[in-house]
């Protein structure tokens, strides 16, 4: 009887251990795809403040040039 107790109890222990980890890792894996995409969106904007600066300094050369004639 005493063994039966014990025997329900390992497993019990393990099947609630064995859970608790795949949750975890689940939302870990969850929170990285989170942070993943944000990411990405950030490097877009950096991408885009890149081109639109280079665009600014085009422009403002144009206008220098202007002032000059």
């Known amino acids: ?3 039966i ?3 329900m109890s390992l497993i019990g222990t393990l099947v609630g251990t064995f859970t608790g980890v795949t949750v975890s ?4 894996n969850y929170r990285i795809e989170q942070l993943e995409k944000k990411v990405a969106e950030h490097n877009k904007v950096v991408e885009r403040t890149y081109k639109l600066e280079g665009q600014m300094l ?3 050369h144009d206008i220098r040039d202007m002032k000059n004639l």
């Open 58 to 60: 085009e422009v403002q």
């Open 25 to 28: 890792a689940n939302l870990t």
């Open 1 to 3: 009887m005493e063994v």
């Open 5 to 7: 107790v014990a025997g």
